[in-house]
């Protein structure tokens, strides 16, 4: 037929799975991705998750000055069924951890993470000589993003926020399901 | 009430009237990582156990490895919302062990972010009262007219809120030229906003209806169960630290310490909006009259206390905050324990919701202001 | 009449004549059923999005926030994204749930919605079914919509779930009788269950002020009640953020608890338009007396307009109540119904037969 | 009442009482066996009437462990500290003293969880903060190489 499909292994980063499959249904996948990256970058519905300081500072950015709705990033949900992003702002201990992994677990996809603030990220004040404090949340679950401070500012959220919406841009979600697909059948 | 355990365990006793739900460790109405397991039968609630820890991060063996310079920043994650309170503390405690008279100066600056940080953390517990009402608006306006304080804070220490200000002996650095008239600023344009709170919140009538009568803590037993703070002073138990053992520059201040009688979940309420009251008044007298002179005494390189046992209490936003030091002559201290107010008041509310139903169960707990790092430590 | 020139009737009938000139009867009403059928779920898709878009934009302004502004211009499509997003979520099947209740649940809360909206008169011959019992037949189907919320509620296998199911099924069964008993007090000053019959019955004057203080005291107990049967703020208990986490929907996700999110703001859209329908004249324009200058002026105004306009200000006020009031606790709405607007209300109708009967209406 | 008023008072009461002057507070050492006892008229004699515990800690020394008990009188506003030692390091006990102050069981709860001090009688003996199985971390042997990044 003239079309050949790239096994999995044969693409490399940079080379975009969309032009070497199929000429003519490629393109609507390229487009169906664009699409739902633009619709999941502009519709992030955090979960309602703060356990320290952390988690007033992600308050301040909800509230009127900051006003996080902008992006349309206001729609906290309590339930994690419904929310799109755990934002872990504050300190992940061994007795929270397997909460946090569970509350991951019950997201649906496609879900992100932001560690938000030093203590998720590393253990932050809390990394030398305390027992009780994980050394960052990425030893429980995939982080996304990395926001620095000790609360970080609110400006310094959606610096994070924004470079979240990068990275799903760039999500081949829908190809790379087509794809692996594909090369489950070969 | 542990016989949630014992019924799991023992599937003979499950009983088909009562069913217990777990209320956190994620929840929006917890303020952080509680989980609190409720016996329900129906609505109602029959009793609950609270579950800490979720959040508890071993500040207290962290200390005895710091230096007490060091472990100043560790109290600011404690109860985040009253961190000047916690820092100033620990050095009102240090200071008392070595008798080191800071300048005045000092006392007026520490008194003046006390109370700034006591209106901002109540303005956040009134955020998050409301939207535990089920009022969502009362949110954004706390939180509106919590931002000109925090860049008060930010002017003054570069923090917003984990400040880290306070060093034993004085201030880390001196306040900004622009630190009166900011304040005054804030205090006129907050002055204006209060009333807001009662128009928006307190004033209506479903409000009312709800936390009337609610969740009654006597005085007696807020006593024996060491109730401090706002909380406490709603069922008329006078604990006022501030006026009882003064420090800083609270004994040159005239102010009133509130007290009610009733004890249920309104006056807990209003007690804490008469509080931002007060503490306006204390700025306003203490604002204009910042004397000259040092921001800090001279300390030496390395701060070692005596042999011996230190305590300390402050009013912090939501109670009577201990620092107990046990020092044996070395640089960090041998034991050293938080007090929290928090944890004490955690605990009487078994006792408050007895009877009562879900939704009350929320206003209950928002209204004794738990900040769960605080009592997590 | 003088808006002819928005009249639907005729439109309709010449599609219904060319279709039944070149077809058998039965396709012709199949045709015309996928038509109809296809322009309601525009129309809900498209109303429910909007309604999301502006309830944010309300609360944004009532809170002092700008609100979305970054998708479209000034966030206008900012709930298409969010569709679009939660069409392309992964729908989750809890271990433990009873799956095909589970599974049933939200459409019988958005065919609900459908049933519903088929018997309003959006302008004069924009309307679907026009039954002799037509205000009936709305409460009556407006009812099953809790039996999607308690099926959620008890299949999903959560106890947050299940207190937020029973606590909508006893909330919607009080005001139920509200909804009922002030429909019933405006019935008897109509005359006729038929909606467009009531529509065309004030086309002189709204009931609203037609029918004096009763009217008034049934528009206001109306409003409560029908913000009641919405699950909105300050009764949103089933969802009851600050107790029950996500209340009867929490084990929902994707394009599930994408149609419970629609159906709510779709309720919201019902309640509006019947207190639009019943108490401030449908698509009729305002009008005091006949024949004057102003109905003249008022005339120009198409009926869709006028009827949207009236459901929008209506939408407006319940979502003032939601973003200004606290929740009520469960007993309290309890009482509130049984001890207050009842009684009131059948006073009311007591009230509204003497006007009827001694003929103080206009 | 003045400290001196008080440990007369409190050397009637409990005739094994030590005292120690000259630190902050009063400091009261009671032998373990006369901790309840002592405690409850404290709290029950109207000169005394200590009624509200505002700090309950543990702490870790070389042969024992050290409860020490801070006691307010809202009456007199006067503050008393009690310490209570136990026997030995291996198998640390005293009488819990929540049926006096109950704000103590939580206190007490604490102890036992980062100190391992058992209290007698306490109904709900569990740990607070960390779960079962955990060591006792503020005792001063407590290793988690684990856990801990020492610096």
Known sequence: ?186 | MAEYREIIFNSDKIQTDDYFVNIGPQHPSTHGALRIVAKLEGEIVQSIDPVIGYIHSGIEKMCESLSYPQLIHLTDRMDYLSAHMNNEAVCLCIENALQVEVPERVKYIRTIMDELTRIASHQLWWCATGMDMGAMTTFFYGLRDREPILDIFEETCGARMTFNYNVPGGLMFDIHPNFQKRVKDFIRYFRKKLPEYDTLLSGNVIFKERTKGLGVLSKEEAIAWGVTGPSGRASGYSCDVRKLHPYSAYPYVKFEEKLATDGDTFWRYQLRIEEMWESMKIIEQLIDNIPEGDFAVKMKGVIKLPEGEFYQRVESARGEFGVFIVSDGKKNPYRLKFRSPGFSNLFVLNELVKGVKIADLVAIMATLDLVIPDIDR | ?362 | ?151
């Open chain 3, 1 to 362: 009449m003088a808006f002819s020139i928005y009249d639907f009737t005729d439109l309709a009938q010449s599609i219904h004549n060319g279709l039944s000139s070149s077809l058998t009867p039965v396709w012709t009403t199949v045709i015309e059923w996928a038509i109809i059928g296809i322009l309601y779920i525009l129309f809900v898709a498209l109303f429910g999005l909007f309604l999301v878009y502006a309830e944010r934009k309300v609360c944004a302004a009532i809170q002092q926030r700008i609100g979305p502004n970054r998708v479209g211009p000034y966030g206008f499509i900012q709930t298409i994204a969010d569709f679009i997003k939660l069409l392309m979520k992964e729908i989750i099947n809890p271990k433990g749930v009873d799956h095909f209740l589970y599974n049933l649940a939200p459409y019988i809360v958005i065919a609900t919605v459908f049933i519903i909206i088929s018997m309003f008169p959006f302008a004069p011959g924009l309307q679907s079914f026009d039954f002799d019992i037509g205000v009936f037949f709305v409460t009556a189907v407006s009812s099953v919509g809790v039996i999607g919320i308690l099926l959620a509620g008890w299949s999903s296998n959560n106890k947050y779930s299940l207190i937020g199911g029973i606590r909508s099924g006893a909330q919607i069964i009080s005001y139920e009788l509200s909804v009922g008993l002030s429909l019933i007090t405006m019935i008897i000053l109509s005359g006729t269950m038929q909606i467009s019959g009531i529509v065309n019955g004030q086309a002189d004057g709204w009931f609203l002020f037609k029918g004096h203080i009763p009217a008034f005291i049934a528009f206001v107990i109306f409003i409560i009640a029908g913000t009641a049967e919405t699950n909105r703020g300050p009764f949103d208990l089933p969802e009851g953020e600050s107790e029950l986490t996500g209340g009867f929907h929490t084990e929902y996700s994707g394009i599930k608890f994408a149609f419970f999110f629609l159906a709510e703001y779709m309720n919201l859209f019902i309640v509006a338009a019947m207190v639009t329908i019943v108490f401030l004249g449908g698509w009729q324009p305002l009008h005091f007396g006949t024949g004057n200058g102003f109905n003249a002026a008022m005339d120009l105004l198409p009926p869709i307009i006028w009827f949207f306009l009236k459901v929008c200000t209506i939408i407006l006020l319940i979502m003032w109540f939601k973003w200004t009031f606290p929740r009520l606790r469960v007993d309290q709405i309890l009482t509130l119904e049984w001890k207050y607007l009842l009684p009131i209300n059948l006073f009311n109708i007591i009230l509204m037969s003497v006007v009827v009967l001694m003929g103080w209406h206009w």
């Open chain 4, 1 to 151: 009442m003045t400290n001196e008023e008080l440990k007369l008072t409190i050397a009637k009461l409990c005739s094994s009482a030590e005292f120690k002057d000259g630190a902050q507070f009063l400091e009261v050492i009671v032998p373990a066996a006369d901790l309840h006892h002592l405690c409850r008229e404290l709290r029950h004699n109207g000169e005394t009437a200590f009624d509200y515990l505002f700090c309950l800690t543990g702490v870790d020394y070389p042969t024992y462990f050290e409860v020490v008990y801070h006691l307010d009188s809202t009456r007199h506003r006067h503050v008393v500290v009690l310490k209570a030692r136990t026997a030995s390091r291996e198998y640390p006990v005293l009488d819990t003293i929540g049926d006096i102050w109950p704000t103590a069981y939580s206190h007490e709860r604490e102890v036992y969880d980062l100190l391992g001090v058992r209290f007698n009688n306490h109904p709900d003996m569990r740990r607070l903060f960390l779960e079962d199985g955990w060591g006792f971390p503020l005792r001063k042997d407590y290793v988690d190489p684990v856990r801990i990044v020492e610096r």
């Open chain 1, 1 to 186: 037929m003239g079309i050949r499909k790239k096994r999995l292994s044969e693409i490399e980063s940079n080379d975009s799975p969309i032009i070497s499959t199929h000429e003519g249904g490629s393109i609507v996948l390229a487009n169906l991705d664009a699409m739902f990256g633009w619709a999941r970058r502009n519709s992030l519905w955090p979960l309602t998750f703060g356990t320290r300081c952390c988690a007033i500072e992600f308050m301040a950015v909800g509230a009127s000055r900051h006003d996080f709705s902008r992006f349309g990033n206001e729609v906290a949900r309590p339930s994690v069924r419904q929310a799109d992003l755990i934002i872990i702002s504050g300190t992940i201990n061994y007795k929270m951890a397997p909460v946090l992994k569970r509350l991951y677990d019950q997201m649906p996809e496609p879900k992100y993470v932001m560690a938000l603030g030093a203590c998720a990220t590393s253990g932050g004040p809390f990394y030398y000589n305390s027992y009780a404090v994980v050394k960052g949340a990425d030893h429980v679950i995939p982080v996304d993003v990395y926001i620095p401070g000790c609360p970080p500012r609110p400006e310094a959220y959606f610096y994070g926020l924004m470079q979240l919406q990068k990275k799903i841009t760039k999500d081949r979600y829908y190809t790379e399901k087509k794809l692996l697909k594909s090369e489950k059948l070969k």
